[in-house]
């Protein structure tokens, strides 16, 4: 059963915006768990790009600071990342993950993570 899927990745432009979305099918609240965002680019190992505890603390990948917002709706149990000045070394496929482990941190580490969406592909052009 596929239970987070992600939605928003497209083709844009260096220096545009984009916000992708990962919703849970399973109807879980993201508030009581750590959700994070990755993305893998062609050749090159997944990294962690932005993550959320349970209390609404947030980490950022040095890349992105500044530029990329991870957000969350319980009402919609909707992830968010909103991203600004996009650059072409932004192009990869975003995941989002979940996390149910006890005393989870919202890190950027994938091994905390236990579930995963499909992806959506972001693509910047130069």
């Known amino acids: 059963q596929i239970d987070l899927v992600e939605s928003g990745g497209d083709s844009v432009q260096s220096g545009g915006s984009l916000r992708v979305s990962c919703v849970s099918t399973?109807?879980?609240?993201?508030?009581?768990?750590?959700m994070g965002w990755f993305r893998r680019a062609p050749g090159k190992e997944r990294e962690g790009v932005a993550g959320?505890?349970?209390?609404?603390?947030?980490n950022y990948a040095d890349s992105v600071k500044g530029r990329f917002t991870i957000s969350q709706d319980n009402a919609e149990k909707t992830l968010y990342l909103q991203m600004t000045s996009l650059k072409p070394e932004d192009t990869a496929m975003y995941y989002c993950?979940?996390?149910?482990?006890?005393?989870?941190?919202?890190?950027?580490?994938?091994?905390?993570?236990?579930?995963w969406g499909q992806g959506t592909q972001v693509t910047v052009s130069s």
């Open positions: 399973s109807g879980l609240v993201y508030r009581r768990y750590c």
């Open positions: 993950a979940r996390s149910t482990v006890v005393g989870c941190s919202g890190s950027l580490q994938d091994y905390e993570y236990n579930y």
């Open positions: 959320i505890d349970s209390d609404g603390r947030t």
